[in-house]
């Protein structure tokens, strides 16, 4: 099984700053990840796919970049609305895994 | 516009079963594969199963392998998850979702219902 391990766990930041989310596999996985964003009390949301594709109607403020093993998610400049807790997902291997998040807190 | 909504959860004992059931409306369900996920109360989230567009290829995680069974009604647009020998560590909120593109699918989840919560206690 490949374990994706996202970090910081928890991010602080203000509104506006730029936020730098890491997720890293135990073994490569080419380009075949995928970041979610998770709003308290919802269903996880699509953000970006095959590693740095935005998904339908997601803002150009989230960026994915990286291959292989390692990835990021950039929030170039954070709206009120992006505090939540992001899910990278790799579809590499069978299983598919998830990290275990990082949540966006505002400081 | 896309709508999945699951149904079916609820308190259960160990060692029993439960069938949960995803209703999906404004796409072609036919055409696509889709998934269950689940979440434990205040925990990350659990890949669980996948079943493509046809119901021919099914894949499972591991802690759910022999326990758990997707299967689709094509013709109710319908898909559903036999849960059997539920364990404690089975107590979540389990997601159904949509793959991203029809047919062969990506094995990305464009598409969320708002789960149903199955709760494993005696």
């Known amino acids: 099984e490949i374990v994706l391990t996202q970090s910081p766990v928890t991010l602080s930041l203000s509104p506006g700053e730029r936020a730098t989310l890491s997720c890293r596999a135990s073994q490569s996985v080419g380009s075949y990840l995928a970041w979610y964003q998770q709003k308290p009390g919802q269903a996880p949301s699509l953000l970006i796919y095959?590693?740095?594709n935005r998904a339908t109607g997601i803002p150009a403020r989230f960026s994915g970049s990286g291959s292989g093993t390692d990835f990021t998610l950039t929030i170039s400049s954070l709206e009120p609305e992006d505090f939540a807790v992001y899910y990278c997902?790799?579809?590499?291997?069978?299983?598919?895994?998830f990290g275990g998040g990082t949540k966006v807190e505002i400081k | 516009q896309v709508q999945l909504v699951e149904s079916g959860g609820g308190v259960v004992q160990p060692g029993r079963s439960l069938r949960l059931s995803c209703a999906a409306s404004g796409f072609s369900f036919s055409t696509y594969a889709m998934h269950w996920v689940r979440q434990a109360p205040g925990k990350g989230l659990e890949w669980v199963a996948v079943?493509?567009?046809?119901?021919?290829?099914?894949y499972y995680g591991d802690s759910v392998k022999g326990r758990l069974t997707i299967s689709r009604d094509n013709s109710k647009n319908t898909l559903y998850m036999q849960m059997t020998s539920l364990r404690a560590e089975d107590t979540a909120v389990y997601y159904c979702a949509k793959d991203r593109i029809p047919m062969g699918g990506t094995l990305y989840f464009d598409y969320w219902g708002q789960g149903t919560l199955v709760t494993v206690s005696s």
């Open positions: 095959d590693a740095s």
């Open positions: 079943i493509a567009y046809d119901g021919t290829t099914k």
């Open positions: 997902q790799q579809r590499s291997n069978w299983p598919l895994t």
